[in-house]
């Protein structure tokens, strides 16, 4: 028996004479967390929805949990778990009463409903919002309260579109660490996030756009192809620095970074032969280039550009 | 010494019984780019909007390019612009529309429409997208042309509030492209952000928690803070080891990633070694490396010391 939680065939799905999904093939192992990316319109969502059966594929096939979709829809439900950005929780409910809420939606017997919504408040930490209504939760909770509403009928898989949207770092970093216990505990997570440095709390991930997979592979795989470089440039003036380098776009992007410019650029080489020179013209005094690592975002970036041209 | 450009002095406000400011005092220079950082309900909305003048407070003084930034003399609504969580652009009206409402709102000619229309579709990439209704335009676009609608009056000061929320990293990078642009013509930016590699794009950083600035500095000095003291340790048993780690006296912090477990020790010298030892203890065997601290870290070792 396969060890794949997910597995996606040559996927495509068309909305009229547009293409959302073009032929994409991926595997994610049970107990994975799978880091799914892209710009906006890259078929994220599009491919999200059709795993979790709410959209029908034009054409391939996808397993979730060995059931196939669409033929075993109605099964499939009960086996996944999605909470979106805009997941809507009561906002006049109570944490209880939302969980209940979502329990009946799921089809939670009644005899099983009552502890199920009392282990998933004290397992997302949320014992002591019991009472609260949804609206006056802080931000942290609110997202946790709507994992757990995802989460009550304990599907194997979990599909979290943008889930730590808006979030601040502590609760962030508290999500994540739900969700790594939730896949030591033998979930399978595919998770979109528009925050590179998440990609890290991934195993592996895999980059979309327009409907294509650009890249696959742990985050250090994907990190690894580059071939964007990055220079940190100590100068002064910074204002004049900076009009001088946006004079040159050729020579890469260059965007403030404390008390110096960072300069993303495709060709190290000749960024560092050519600036001196530039900012010697512009009467900038520059104290030193050094080379800095490229971010996961950098990567990105150039990845999509590139697939874009 | 050149005037600040804005330079608040003992600001507080509260809601009711709950204190949103309690005494901020920070300076921004002119040109300078300044980030707001925090947790949630750490006063930053509260901060940008006495700043941009929707909200008075309860005491303390704000001067803002030289004007009084409390009673607010009319000449500030053309310096400043203000770009709020909530921003109203016209979902009805197309894009180049809603930035004909704005420069027509603060009295800009004919001339000077045209050329700031055209010139700040070109910077945000949406010339092919003038005609569509702003409504229909993707999240990312929404928020460009959101910016450009709060920059046609070419303010002196930007203050901008978590302006990059929920867009993808692409319409980012542009985004912050624009105000890379901006910025070189000498203009000051104020902005929030709970994202801290985003906090990192600035000259300086305040990190505020309930209502106070617990640090102000570059993000070179921030990240110097905790500079030898984050480690990575690749392993598959990353359970193991985070329990170990979280076990150890000498972990000030543990966080599983994806392919192992990075870690904050505590500033005694053996704090390494001791760390070694308890992953050895659990069976991990590889050698945790050093890896590149990050302005979370400066957060967490900022509320554990």
């Known amino acids: 028996m396969t060890n794949n939680a997910i597995e996606v065939r040559d996927l495509v799905r068309r909305f009229g004479s547009f293409t959302a999904v073009d032929r994409i093939t991926f595997d994610i192992e049970r107990g994975e967390v799978f880091g799914f990316l892209g710009p906006n319109g890259a078929g994220k969502t599009t491919t999200i929805k059709v795993l979790i059966g709410i959209l029908a594929p034009t054409s391939g096939t996808c397993r979730v949990l060995g059931l196939e979709v669409p033929r075993d829809t109605a099964r499939l439900k009960q086996s996944v778990g999605y909470m979106s950005q805009k997941f809507s929780l009561y906002e006049d409910l109570t944490s209880r009463e939302n969980l209940r809420f979502f329990g009946a939606v799921y089809g939670l017997k009644r005899d099983v409903i009552g502890s199920a919504i009392d282990s998933s408040l004290s397992r997302f930490e ?124 050729d020579l890469g992007e260059t965007s403030i970074y ?46 999509v550009r590139e697939s874009n041209a | 010494m050149s005037m600040a450009a804005l330079s608040v002095n003992g600001l507080s406000k509260a809601y009711g019984t709950v204190n949103a ?89 004919r001339q000077a429409t045209r050329s ?9 990439h949406l010339e092919k997208f003038r005609e569509f209704q702003a409504g229909n335009l993707s999240g990312g676009m929404k928020q460009k042309l959101v910016l450009a609608c709060a920059l046609v009056h070419e303010p002196e000061l930007m ?37 801290l590699e ?8 305040a990190l505020m928690d309930s209502g106070s600035i617990k640090v102000c500095d570059t993000p070179e000095k921030l990240l110097e803070r905790v500079r030898n003291r984050r480690f990575f340790v690749a392993t598959e048993a990353r359970e193991q080891a985070a329990a170990a780690l979280n076990a150890s006296p000498a972990v000030a912090s543990v966080q599983p990633l994806g392919s192992g477990v990075a870690f904050l020790v505590t500033d005694s010298a053996e704090a390494l070694a001791t760390a070694t030892t308890a992953l050895t203890g659990a069976g991990v065997m590889a050698k945790p490396e050093p890896a590149q601290p990050t302005l979370e870290d400066v957060l967490i070792l900022a509320g554990t010391q």
């Open chain 1, 258 to 303: 404390g008390g110096s410019l960072r300069v993303v650029t495709p060709d190290p080489d000749s960024a560092r032969r050519e600036i001196p020179a530039l900012l010697e013209q512009a009467g900038v005094r520059l104290v030193s280039i050094t080379s800095d690592q490229p971010t996961l975002e950098d990567v990105f970036v150039q990845l």
């Open chain 2, 21 to 109: 400011l309690r005494g901020i005092t920070l300076e921004v220079a002119p040109g300078e780019l300044f980030c707001i950082s925090g947790p949630d309900a750490a006063g930053k909305s509260t901060l940008l909007r006495v700043l941009a003048g929707t909200l008075k407070p309860d005491s303390g003084s704000v001067t803002i390019l030289g004007s009084d930034g409390v009673s607010r003399p009319p000449i500030l609504r053309y310096s400043i612009g203000y770009m709020p969580q909530r921003f109203a652009i016209y979902a009805d009206l197309t894009a180049e529309e809603n930035l004909d409402f704005y420069c027509a709102f603060y009295g800009l000619g």
């Open chain 2, 159 to 195: 203050i901008l509030d978590e302006p990059t929320t929920g867009i993808d990293p692409l319409s980012r990078r542009e985004f912050w492209g624009i105000l890379t642009d901006y910025l070189a013509r000498g203009k000051t930016i104020i902005y929030s952000t709970v994202y």
């Open chain 2, 116 to 124: 700031r229309v055209e010139n700040l579709l070109r910077l945000t």
């Open chain 2, 198 to 205: 985003e906090a990192l794009r600035s000259n300086r950083i």
């Open chain 1, 126 to 249: 949320l014992a002591r919002y019991e009472s609260a209504q949804a609206k006056e939760l802080p931000s942290g909770a609110r997202q946790r309260l709507a994992l757990a509403c995802a989460m009550l009928h304990d599907p194997g898989v979990l599909f979290l579109d943008e889930p730590t949207s808006g979030m601040d770092p502590t609760s962030r970093r508290q999500f994540w660490e739900q969700i790594h216990r939730l896949a030591a505990a033998g979930k399978t997570v595919l998770v979109t996030t528009h925050y590179l440095d998440e990609a890290e709390y991934c195993n592996r991930l895999c980059l979309i756009n327009q409907g294509h997979i650009i890249a696959e592979g742990t985050p250090t795989q994907v990190r690894a192809l580059s071939r964007t470089s990055a220079l940190n440039v100590v100068c002064t003036p910074l204002n004049k620095s900076l009009t001088a380098l946006l004079s040159r776009p």
